[in-house]
């Protein structure tokens, strides 16, 4: 008996071939995917919608880019924290239509915070720029570092002040710092100010900048596992004016963040997540 010619689903192939150079690339724009695979950007929009909608890639908020989804297998070989910033990315977009300035979303690193994401982008103000991705922040001069470091425990604060404490350190400074993170704890959110003479990186940026900015934690089982902030100029909004508006979405958008990390299904599409 002569086998029958069965055809292949060419819409099918391109889509797969959409897939495979997204998980190659790690991160891709709509217009290096136009380069590399010669289709319509039109096509590749509706076919990266599907692939979204389907949890098998996601789009960065701050630069657009489309990565791939990172199923329980990928997050155990080092790529614990772009789950994050792919859980945390639809909730930042969310709070973008419920408070007035941009925010970060920023992650541990040995003497740094990490930029991960922005929903800078969807402001479109020259006053809400932010990032971009993998800036180094200071633990000290940002409310973002502040966040993590008066949220965690003392055996990794230690850790992390030792590495940045100065050889020259000026009597009481460190004791400052601490005061610093103590108030920070206890009420409940992180501050730019009161500056604090350590010359870590991002002093002279935060002096600079004219620039606000309030940080909390986000917490996943107890413990913290990154920082969302918000920032906003200073000629346009007093803390208290912006913290009375905004600081309670802020809390909210960083607890929903938490509890999805925690609870995250294996295999789950993200892009529906909302607060």
């Not at 389907?54 to 297998?73: E, F, M, N, T, V």
């Not at 973002?144 to 009597?171: M, N, V």
């Not at 309670?248 to 789950?268: M, N």
Request: aromatic share 4%; hydrophobic share 45%.
């Amino acid at each position: 008996m002569l086998e029958r010619k069965v055809k292949t689903v060419r819409a099918l192939e391109r889509g797969l071939d959409v897939l495979i150079e997204v998980q190659a690339r790690r991160a891709v724009s709509l217009h290096e995917l136009h380069q590399a695979l010669q289709l319509p950007k039109a096509t590749l929009l509706r076919m990266l919608l599907t692939l979204g909608r389907k949890g098998l890639i996601w789009q960065r908020l701050a630069d657009g880019a489309y990565l791939p989804h990172l199923g329980p297998a990928a997050r155990g070989t080092g790529s614990a924290v772009e789950h994050i910033a792919e859980i945390a990315s639809p909730y930042m977009k969310a709070l973008s239509t419920k408070v007035a300035w941009p925010s970060v979303l920023g992650v541990p690193r040995l003497d740094h915070m990490e930029i991960l994401e922005t929903n800078s982008p969807l402001f479109r103000l020259d006053s809400a720029i932010l990032g971009p991705v993998g800036v180094k922040l200071s633990y000290i001069h940002t409310a973002t570092g502040r966040a993590y470091l008066a949220a965690c425990d003392e055996q990794e604060r230690e850790a992390i002040i030792a590495r940045l404490r100065p050889k020259d350190a000026a009597p009481g400074s460190e004791d400052d710092l601490r005061t610093i993170l103590a108030e920070t704890r206890d009420r409940g959110y992180a501050l730019r100010e009161p500056l604090h003479p350590w010359p870590d990186r991002s002093k002279q940026l935060v002096l600079r900048d004219g620039r606000r900015s309030m940080a909390v934690a986000i917490m996943a089982n107890g413990a913290p596992i990154a920082t969302i902030n918000l920032t906003w100029p200073a000629k346009r909004g007093t803390d208290e004016a912006v913290m009375h508006r905004h600081l309670e979405a802020l809390h909210q958008t960083a607890q929903a963040i938490g509890r999805a990390v925690a609870t995250q299904s294996v295999g789950a599409p993200l892009a529906g997540n909302a607060v």
